[in-house]
């Protein structure tokens, strides 16, 4: 069974600072790992899709990179600005050949404060 | 591209009535679409799958009964929440799989919708 675990739940950082969200997974026979990014009250935005094969993928000021042998990946966020201020969330397949079902993590939480 | 709808966006209803949300693939064909719901604060949890043109596989735990899933088309899928009770208060999202090349490894998620049930 997949388990997804993120850490911290909540950051809060000023503007400007670079930060690092991370992602731990149990299954480590996954074939792409996903970051997603939720407003409060809102669906998800899909930021970043890292396949198995990949070590990481970069789109703008994020960086998400993927280790499966230790069954991590991080979001790197450069140069926070106020509007990065959501729920940030990473979710993997779960368990079993040729699942598309997805495991979520709870979020972390981020806050930049101008 | 790659943009899923959900209708509607929120819906209050009273106790024991039934409620209808529409996910919809705007741009691309989906052979697979995903229902989740959220509780406030916690994260999503995968409900069912639904294939195009066969039955919904539901989680442990979720009522098949009480929460109808048809996938009629390509572009649509439907979950109807039967006799709605105060418990079924939640966020719902649905997600969608493509068919075909670049779509086909990543899920696109609709906006939720936000049910209360009175």
Known sequence: KQEVTQIPAALS???????????SFTDSAIYNL????????KGLTSLLLIQS???????????????????????????SQPGDSATYLCAAPRSGAGSYQLTFGKGTKLSVIP | GAVVSQHPSWVIC?????????????????????????FPKQSLMLMATSNEGSKATY??????DK?????????????????????????????????????????????GTRLTVL
């Open chain 2, 67 to 111: 929460f109808l899933i048809n996938h009629a088309s390509l572009t649509l899928s439907t979950l109807t929440v039967t006799s709605a009770h105060p418990e079924d208060s939640s966020f719902y999202i649905c997600s969608a799989r493509g068919t075909s090349g670049g779509w086909t490894d990543t899920q696109y998620f609709g906006p």
């Open chain 2, 14 to 38: 009273k106790s024991g009535t039934s409620v209808k949300i529409e996910c919809r693939s705007l741009d691309f064909q989906a052979t697979t679409m995903f229902w989740y719901r959220q």
């Open chain 1, 13 to 23: 950082v000023p503007e400007g600072e670079n930060l690092v969200l991370n992602c």
């Open chain 1, 34 to 41: 996903q970051w997603f990014r939720q407003d409060p009250g």
């Open chain 2, 59 to 64: 989680e442990q735990g979720v009522e098949k």
């Open chain 1, 53 to 79: 094969s990949q070590r990481e993928q970069t789109s703008g000021r994020l960086n998400a990179s993927l280790d499966k042998s230790s069954g991590r990946s991080t979001l790197y966020i450069a140069a």
